[in-house]
């Protein structure tokens, strides 16, 4: 009878938080991601030839990205939860739109590492200051869902930059890509501004009833988290605990096998397809399709059965698989590239469920700080995923890159199998 009263309550409640919190988070994390992945496309449209870069410096410039990346995490974690993380993104902005218009005015391959190491300090906070404000807004029924529609920005980014890089570069050259993209930056800061608040408490939009609802519902979580799921501890205690490092490990195979995949499919489309940079574009479009199909799908599944393991642990398993039948059939070149399709199905499906993980066992006050850590370290596959590719496939062939990064996935589906059992909601798991 509890369960029913609270439930009915909870959809009675008004949801205007779906609406005024997650479309400007999701913009947001739109063009953070275009912004990061435009390089993939500017490379084969020309920058290569012009800045004379090869494979192993073009994996470089594509992952040093991630070594800035970690600068900013575990600040922006902490600003969110104790301070104004609205105001860190609206300043970020504003440090994406200059560099990205400065990287179209790069001249050599010094300048575009300078310029990508930049970017990469620019972005880093804004993962885990994002995924605090969704901790903020939805409480822990709704926040797989919430954290899927966020993570989303990468298969819409995806949709977006494929076949606007393209059009782009083909009827202007690559450096206009950059300064488009900057200048979608600053629009986006405009509407960011007027449009997001850092809590309930402070949005003057929401009304009582809501803001009541998630005061009452965020704190009482909270509650029970301390009382059952983890004592009260630092951040620096968090980092000695093993689950605090499993759950990094994950995340760095994970993003490995990512950005490998997403900063090089477009190299790999053209050299299966043998089509120039516009046919490529449209091509890299149905990866992304499927990824919001797949995030939708996973993320409702691990929601309705309280199971966060194991819908973290089968989109890695199904990634790693597509990622080895993309090279096994490449003799058939759209069998390969269905399976490339796969594995746009599964590269973000554990995303939204990985990042509901840490709230359950994490105190709050370590938690922004917890996903920082685990989101910097764990990014630091976004720079060996690329850069080792680079070089595999300058030393031996593409398809020893692409199962190298099949081997990460793999390694991050058995991992996810061990994290502990209080992951999931127990309440939900055995209905």
């Given at each position: ?101 400065l990287?179209?005015?790069?001249s050599n ?38 954290n ?63 803001k ?22 630092s ?24 950005y ?14 043998h089509?120039n ?11 992304y ?12 599944l691990?929601d ?90 300058a ?12 081997v990460s996935?793999?390694?991050a ?7 502990p ?11």
């Amino acid at each position: 009878m509890s369960l029913t009263s609270t439930t009915d309550t909870r959809d009675a409640v008004p949801a205007m938080r779906w609406l005024r919190i997650v479309p400007p988070i999701l913009i947001t994390c739109i063009i953070s991601y275009m912004d990061r992945v435009n390089i993939a496309f500017a490379m084969p449209g020309g920058m290569d030839a012009d800045l004379g870069i090869s494979a192993s410096m073009a994996g470089l410039a594509g992952g040093i990205f991630f070594i800035g990346y970690l600068f900013l995490q575990v600040p922006g974690g902490r600003l969110a939860v104790y301070g104004n993380g609205k105001r860190f993104i609206g300043w970020s902005l504003l440090a994406w739109a200059v560099i990205s218009v400065l990287t179209g005015f790069a001249s050599n391959h010094y300048q575009l590492l300078a310029l990508r190491f930049a970017l990469g300090v620019s972005e880093g906070g804004m993962l885990p200051v994002v995924l605090t404000m969704i901790g903020n807004w939805f409480p822990d029924a709704e926040r797989g869902r919430a954290n899927a529609i966020v993570i989303m920005f990468v298969p819409i980014a995806g949709i977006l930059t494929a076949p606007l890089s393209g059009w782009i570069i083909t009827g202007w050259d690559w450096r206009m890509l950059f300064f488009v993209e900057g200048g979608m930056s600053l629009v986006v800061m405009a509407l960011w501004h007027f449009t997001i608040s850092n809590r309930p408490q402070e949005a003057k939009w929401i009304s009582a009833a809501e803001k009541q609802y998630l005061i009452k519902t965020l704190h009482d979580e909270q509650l029970q988290i301390k009382g059952q799921n983890t004592r009260k501890a630092s951040l620096r205690q968090v980092m000695r605990e093993p689950v605090m490092w499993r759950l990094i490990m994950v995340n760095f195979f994970y993003q490995t096998g990512i950005y490998g995949y997403t900063l090089w499919l477009p190299t790999i489309l053209k050299e299966l397809t043998h089509g120039n940079i516009a046919q490529v574009g449209w091509l890299a479009i149905l990866p992304y399709v499927g990824a919001i199909f797949g995030m939708f799908l996973f993320s409702s599944l691990s929601d309705a059965s309280g199971r966060r393991r194991l819908f973290v642990t089968l989109p890695l398993a199904g990634f790693a698989l597509c990622m080895a039948l993309s090279v096994v059939l490449k003799a058939h070149i759209w069998w390969s590239y269905a399976a490339l399709v796969g594995c746009g199905v599964f590269i973000q499906s554990a995303a939204g469920v990985f990042w509901s993980i840490p709230p359950r066992l994490f105190n709050a006050e370590v938690a922004g700080g917890a996903r920082g850590v685990i989101n910097a370290l764990g990014n630091l596959g976004g720079f060996c995923g690329p850069y080792m590719v680079g070089v595999l496939i300058a030393e031996y062939s593409k398809d020893a890159g692409v199962y190298s990064l099949a081997v990460s996935l793999a390694l991050a589906s058995l991992l996810a199998l061990t994290l502990p059992a209080r992951c999931d909601n127990a309440r939900k798991a055995f209905v």
